[in-house]
């Protein structure tokens, strides 16, 4: 099963946050950026992201071939939620912003990381067990 939109959500995400750490690295690009518009913006991106995923069932095709592995499932939909909350404090709260959004920025980066791991892992396998 494809999921076009959620591909390419996931291309364009992973184009802005190299965007977003370009400029988080060099102090001189910062200049005239607006860090909180910035993290306001791509914590809505994600947050229609992670409900796109969640409600079109992109994380059921896992449970659909691998039962055993709900809870992998789980603690990825958990970290959707972790993520917004992260999200959340840095427009809340700009103490230390640069830092924290990097941070941010790195979760993100795993949770794709898992989430692709674990959705392969299961397409490939399943597809592996046809021949």
Known sequence: ?????????????????ARLVGILRDAG?????????????????????FETEESEGYLEVVLESRPGWSRRVDRLREQHREILRE????????????????????????????ESDLVQQAVIEDLGSGD
Do not use: C, S
């Open 29 to 49: 690009t910062r200049a005239g950026v607006d860090l909180v518009g910035e993290a306001r913006a791509l914590q809505a991106e994600l947050q229609k992201h």
């Open 87 to 114: 999200f959340g404090t840095l427009v809340e709260d700009e103490a230390d912003l640069v830092k924290r959004f990097r941070d941010a920025l790195d979760m993100v980066h795993q949770h794709d990381l898992e």
């Open 1 to 17: 099963m494809e999921y076009p939109e959620i591909k390419q959500q996931h291309d364009h995400l992973r184009d802005e946050m």
